[in-house]
């Protein structure tokens, strides 16, 4: 099967990987994107050849969250509509953190907004240690609604907070040692470590890894419908609001929103 936004081999080991291929939008997650992430997390999830999944990425940015446009027709769309896409992106996040299979993220570049929430939703994640990352809705009058379960399940609320409030841009040793990264390595060094990370799951009996995931999922934060419900209808709403309107307006203008000072010498 042929996709439009993203590109999926599987090797003889078992090994797929399920490439971001928007590279010259640095990957931002389109609407075209969020249906194509949905089916490939379900068939590779139903699929016993596959082992392990590698989520990576072309072009120089790993994932820069949602695609703008797809944003702004939120904005300019009725109630039910925005429901409607609200849930879709919040159904894929849940595709593929229910996938009972290891799911390594290859971060090479640049992930912000949606494209930490993929992170939290992979079981590990490596990055090259020119990475870049940030939480950025609050900086275009949106929250971080549906990835919100993952990075709270992953870091902690304490580590949460600040990062959703602030959308301050963090390096890639800060990303780690809060939780987000499992390794941070050279740029030249990212293939060998995935495939470091890969290799012990190659080792061990498929369904009881599954099983494992399915597990540790169950014993920690509980992600339930209900609480998807809940983000999906924090996203719709906010999608409503003045601030989202100017954020996301003021970014398509290339200009500040009103609400951006200039810093302050210290």
């Given at each position: 099967?042929?996709?439009?936004?993203?590109?999926?081999?599987?090797?003889g080991?078992?090994?797929?990987?399920?490439?971001l291929?928007?590279?010259?939008?640095?990957n931002?997650?389109s609407?075209t994107?969020?249906?194509e992430?949905?089916?490939?997390?379900?068939?590779?999830?139903?699929?016993?050849?596959?082992?392990?999944?590698?989520?990576?990425?072309?072009?120089?940015?790993f994932?820069?969250?949602?695609?703008?446009?797809?944003?702004?027709?939120?904005?300019?769309?009725d109630?039910?509509?925005?429901?409607k896409?609200?849930?879709?992106?919040?159904?894929?996040?849940?595709a593929?953190?229910?996938?009972?299979?290891?799911?390594i993220a290859r971060?090479?570049?640049?992930?912000?907004?949606?494209?930490?929430?993929?992170?939290?939703?992979?079981?590990?994640?490596v990055a090259a240690?020119?990475?870049?990352f940030?939480?950025?809705?609050t900086?275009?009058?949106?929250?971080?609604?549906?990835?919100?379960?993952?990075?709270?399940a992953r870091?902690?609320?304490?580590?949460?907070?600040?990062?959703?409030?602030?959308g301050?841009?963090?390096?890639?040793?800060?990303?780690?040692?809060?939780?987000?990264l499992?390794?941070?390595?050279?740029?030249?060094?990212?293939?060998?470590?995935?495939?470091?990370?890969?290799?012990p799951?190659?080792?061990?009996?498929p369904?009881?890894?599954?099983?494992?995931?399915?597990?540790?999922?169950?014993?920690?934060m509980?992600?339930?419908?209900d609480?998807?419900?809940?983000?999906?209808?924090?996203?719709a709403?906010?999608?409503?609001t003045d601030?989202?309107?100017?954020?996301?307006?003021?970014?398509?203008?290339?200009?500040?929103?009103?609400?951006?000072?200039?810093?302050?010498p210290?």
């Amino acid at each position: 099967m042929t996709y439009e936004t993203i590109r999926v081999a599987v090797d003889g080991k078992g090994v797929a990987t399920l490439t971001l291929a928007r590279p010259e939008k640095h990957n931002a997650l389109s609407g075209t994107m969020i249906s194509e992430l949905t089916t490939v997390a379900r068939l590779l999830g139903a699929d016993a050849a596959v082992r392990v999944v590698v989520l990576s990425a072309e072009g120089a940015s790993f994932c820069a969250g949602g695609d703008l446009g797809w944003m702004k027709a939120q904005i300019e769309a009725d109630r039910a509509a925005r429901m409607k896409e609200a849930k879709r992106l919040a159904l894929m996040f849940k595709a593929l953190n229910d996938l009972e299979k290891p799911v390594i993220a290859r971060v090479q570049g640049n992930s912000f907004g949606g494209g930490v929430g993929l992170l939290c939703v992979a079981d590990v994640a490596v990055a090259a240690d020119i990475a870049k990352f940030g939480l950025t809705e609050t900086r275009l009058g949106l929250i971080p609604a549906t990835i919100s379960p993952y990075v709270v399940a992953r870091i902690g609320e304490g580590q949460t907070r600040p990062l959703f409030m602030s959308g301050r841009i963090f390096d890639a040793e800060t990303a780690r040692v809060a939780g987000l990264l499992t390794r941070v390595v050279p740029s030249g060094d990212l293939d060998a470590a995935v495939e470091a990370e890969i290799e012990p799951y190659l080792q061990v009996a498929p369904g009881a890894a599954g099983q494992s995931k399915a597990l540790a999922r169950s014993l920690g934060m509980p992600i339930t419908d209900d609480v998807i419900e809940a983000t999906i209808e924090r996203l719709a709403d906010v999608w409503e609001t003045d601030e989202a309107r100017e954020g996301i307006s003021a970014f398509l203008e290339k200009r500040d929103p009103w609400w951006r000072k200039p810093a302050q010498p210290l």
